[in-house]
Nanobody, 121 residues
Framework: QVQLVESGGGLVQAGGSLRLSCAAS????????MGWFRQAPGKEREFVSHINWRGGFTYYADSVKGRFAISRDNARNTVYLQMNSPKPDDTDIYYC??????????????WGQGTQVTVSS
């Protein structure tokens, strides 16, 4: 059974930095792609970033482009989200997601439980 476990969330000051991690387990092969979403209570889920496992292609929402960076560790089946210069508007629960089949960026089969990120002004 696939499990995605996020870590690294917490409280950060605006302009600081924070790194989220998400480890995938339960499959013998590496995922095809992983990504990050975020959602605040009462709001719609928002795509944040995507990475292809084989070629390392990355994609970002305009709201985080230039500030956040997604990366992967092939050996550990782990994806990271480096959050630089976060803003209070980045406060959300952040979820990682994964797929083991070929899908369009932003389309995944498995989801983590989420990790809270709070950015103070």
């Amino acid at each position: 059974q696939v499990q995605l476990v996020e870590s690294g969330g917490g409280l950060v000051q605006a302009g600081g930095s924070l790194r989220l991690s998400c480890a995938a387990s339960g499959r013998t092969s590496s995922p095809s792609a992983m990504g990050w979403f975020r959602q605040a209570p009462g709001k719609e889920r928002e795509f944040v970033s995507h990475i292809n496992w084989r070629g390392g292609f990355t994609y970002y929402a305009d709201s985080v482009k230039g500030r956040f960076a997604i990366s992967r560790d092939n050996a550990r089946n782990t994806v990271y989200l480096q959050m630089n210069s976060p803003k209070p508007d980045d406060t959300d629960i952040y979820y990682c997601a994964a797929t083991w089949v070929s899908r369009p960026a932003g389309d995944y089969d498995y989801w983590g439980q989420g990790t809270q990120v709070t950015v103070s002004s």
